[in-house]
């Protein structure tokens, strides 16, 4: 969590870092703060609260200088506070850090001891006071004083640092959080990730985990690991800088929502071949010998990418005829899960940064594993663990509830099922063919139901005061459920829970009441019949039904007092339809009340800790 930016080059630093904060506001928002080297020392201000604050402080005290560091804050270590926002600063030097130090009381005692006094209850100051204490010790310069700190830490940490004996330099670290380095024109930055650089330039270079870069206007120095000359090469970015902005909408979240067609078409191009029914994905590093050999599939995740897999796993079993296991990142250590040779572990993960799925990743790998990614960042830590990789290319998801980068991940997940299905001998042409056909209909279809959005809307007004919604969905239709369930809680603070639908008599259906609203996913599938049935035992007990219906499907009209209607499209690929009237309902409930749809209490998009 939390996001760091900096600037070297002719241009004023402190608006840029802003706007680069701006931009990564949704990895932390409880602090933030900003140092500027003013060409005779660095100056730092720092706020409690959103970025807003330190903008209006910086409108009143501008900072003046063409080199900074800035960050965006989601407390770990120490309350959010203005003492704890970063930067830190130790004599000459200023840092600011996202991720965690695990030594850090080792390191705060022996640093306490030789007399250090410190002024927050943060990891990040440590940092500071190491790199002083190396330029104290003789370190050559900036470069060699972070070489040598960082050597101490362990953990996970992506830094930058100022130091007022070298203006013009910021020199940057990183070891298992992300950092980014853009070179524009007699410019270079570092950020957090992709979008915060984005309107400066495309031209970027992912550093390595151990790596230390010294970046200045004129160039970039990287130090290895092994502490020599390292080259990284740069690479040209296809996101746009207008994919980072709003464009219009009230909010990232509904652009995003919006966005939904393009993300799943995008993800499908050029992976599949219609007329042989055939998958292509090249960079999966998995032939189709592989993938025969293969004796179960094992997918990992977190939250709404766990919910994918979850939908993945139907597909899996039922299209590429594979045993299938889903886990959630968080549990794999804990429960000593088993991983052989013969797996194929699928880490499903927006940001590629998620530190839950990361440990089961390295757990899976530890044992043999191959392991694959299906990921919407670029170069992000679990593509680059993992054997091979399946990108999600829905551009970049600012809003912290993910929506685009869930049907993107079903789509992969899809297309995956069918490859597999296809390389193992027992998904015949036809069916593969109208598979895919389908998939490639779903972008049309995601269309039509966002023309939808003002029904959805005044749907919303409906829930808008009920204090629990109970989703629930059957078959493919459960994951969604789930999902629906924790959009509506992350973003509207409104208590959710989905079920299985055939589940609810085993319980649940003690709290049907009219005040307690069901939303039942409830399509003409091979489910239907049952989830009708289940729609019965709600309104038996007077419970309002939202149902989420075929289009035509008539009899729905005396069963629910809310009819949401998703085209008529194969069973297969509904999961990618159903949830988008979901995800407009939680964003229209939660924008009703007035909440920071984007930013979330208490959430950060990009989950870095366990
Ligand atoms: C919910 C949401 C989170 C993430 C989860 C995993 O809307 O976005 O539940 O899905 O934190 O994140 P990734 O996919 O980046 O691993």
């Not at 139907?314 to 429960?335: C, F």
């Not at 997940?413 to 597999?420: I, K, Q």
Request: proline content about 5%; overall charge negative.
């Amino acid at each position: 969590m939390c996001g760091i930016v900096g600037y070297v080059g002719e241009s004023s630093a402190a608006p840029i870092i802003v706007e680069g904060l701006r931009r990564l506001e949704y990895r932390g928002y409880d602090s933030a703060g900003i140092a500027v080297h003013d060409g005779h020392g660095v100056q730092v201000v720092r706020a409690l609260g959103k970025l807003r604050v330190l903008a209006k402080v910086l409108e009143d005290r501008p900072l003046a200088g063409t080199t900074g560091i800035g960050h965006t804050r989601w407390a770990t270590h120490g309350r959010p506070s203005e003492e704890n926002a970063h930067p830190h600063v130790a004599g000459p030097v200023a840092v600011v850090h996202n991720g965690i130090i695990e030594n850090h009381r080792a390191l705060r005692q022996e640093l306490a001891r030789a007399g250090v006094a410190f002024s927050s209850d943060t990891d990040t100051e440590i940092i500071a006071h190491l790199v002083h204490r190396e330029l104290q010790a003789g370190a050559a310069g900036l470069l060699d004083a972070v070489r040598r700190a960082v050597a101490r830490l362990s953990g996970a940490y992506a830094i930058a640092v100022l130091g007022r004996d070298e203006p013009g330099v910021i020199v940057a670290a990183r070891q298992g959080s992300p950092l980014v380095i853009g070179c524009g024109e007699g410019e270079m930055l570092c950020g957090s990730d992709i979008p915060a650089l984005l309107s400066h330039t495309q031209q970027m270079v992912f550093l390595e985990d151990g790596d230390v870069a010294e970046l200045r206007a004129g160039g970039l120095r990287v130090l290895g690991a092994d502490a020599k000359p390292a080259l990284r090469p740069r690479r040209h970015i296809d996101w746009s800088p207008v994919m980072a902005e709003r464009g219009g909408y009230k909010h990232f979240m509904l652009k995003e929502i919006h966005e939904q067609p393009e993300a799943v078409a995008a993800t499908l191009r050029g992976r599949l071949d219609l007329d042989a029914s055939s998958v292509h994905p090249s960079e999966i590093g998995l032939g189709p010998e592989a993938a025969g050999a293969l004796r179960r599939v094992y997918l990992v995740a977190c939250g709404t990418s766990f919910h994918a897999a979850l939908v993945g796993r139907y597909w899996l079993e039922s299209i590429a005829q594979v045993p299938t296991v889903v886990e959630l990142g968080s549990e794999v250590r804990y429960r000593g899960a088993l991983f052989f040779p013969d797996d194929l572990v699928v880490a499903v993960s927006q940001s590629g940064e998620t530190a839950d799925t990361i440990a089961a990743v390295q757990t899976a790998k530890a044992a043999g594993a191959r392991v694959l990614a299906v990921a919407n960042v670029l170069d992000s830590a679990i593509p680059r663990l993992a054997h091979g990789s399946l990108y999600t290319r829905a551009g970049p998801e600012i809003g912290v509830a993910s929506t685009k980068c869930f049907t993107a991940q079903l789509a992969a997940l899809l297309l995956l099922a069918v490859y597999l299905g296809r390389s193992r001998g027992v998904l015949p042409a036809e069916r593969a063919a109208e598979i895919l056909q389908a998939l490639c209909e779903v972008p049309s279809q995601m269309h039509d139901l966002l023309g939808d959005a003002d029904y959805v809307r005044a749907v919303a007004t409906r829930l808008v005061h009920a204090r629990h919604v109970l989703f629930l969905g059957r078959g493919l239709s459960f994951p969604i459920a789930l999902e629906g369930a924790l959009k509506l809680k992350e973003i509207s603070y409104v208590h959710a829970e989905g079920y299985a639908a055939g589940e609810m008599k085993h319980g649940p259906i003690a709290l049907i009441e009219p005040e307690l609203p069901v939303v039942v996913i409830c399509p003409q599938d091979a489910a239907y019949d049952k989830t009708l049935s289940n729609i019965q035992e709600v309104r038996a007990r007077e419970g309002p039904v939202v149902a989420l219906a075929t289009k035509g499907d008539e009899s729905m009209h005396d069963l629910s007092e809310h009819i949401i209607w998703i085209p008529r499209a194969p069973d297969v690929v509904l999961p990618l339809l159903t949830v988008v009237p979901l995800q407009l309902l939680a964003y229209y409930v939660a924008d009703r009340k007035g909440h920071d749809v984007d930013q979330p209490r208490n959430l950060a998009k990009t989950v870095t800790v366990e």
